[in-house]
């Protein structure tokens, strides 16, 4: 997996981009399919910077998180939640959908054949 750090109108410390790079492969926890992760900070408003989060993942669209905060790090912790909520519904939609197997079935329900 791959993860892309740009900065807008500003520069960030090296000690910050990998604080971003570490918390941002966290995501991979929550579904292990993802390509590649890119980060845009944003910093033209200085006290309030803007950060984006694109997540790609085989066989899928794009997830895309932007927040604006006091600092960088507080805005990236929002976007990195409202991103955890999405790839959370896409694997429960992924993995929801499965039919039920005989041995979850109950046992003591006969079926009624002339109900049909």
């Known amino acids: 997996m791959q993860t892309n ?14 604080k971003i790079t570490e918390k941002a492969e966290k995501l991979r926890r929550f579904f292990d399919r993802l390509t590649g992760i890119n980060v845009t900070v944003d910093l033209e ?13 085989e066989h899928s669209e794009g997830f895309v998180a932007a927040d604006e905060a006091g600092n960088v790090l507080a805005a990236l912790d929002s976007v990195l939640h409202k ?3 999405q790839l959370r519904k896409h694997k429960e ?4 959908h499965r039919a039920t197997g005989l041995k979850h079935l109950d046992p003591g329900a006969e079926i009624d054949p002339e109900a049909s």
């Open 5 to 18: 750090i740009s900065v807008r109108h500003g520069n960030l410390s090296q000690e910050t981009q990998d």
């Open 45 to 57: 408003h200085r006290d309030t910077p803007r950060v984006e989060v694109r997540v790609s993942a």
């Open 83 to 85: 991103l955890e909520r």
């Open 93 to 96: 939609k992924l993995t929801g």
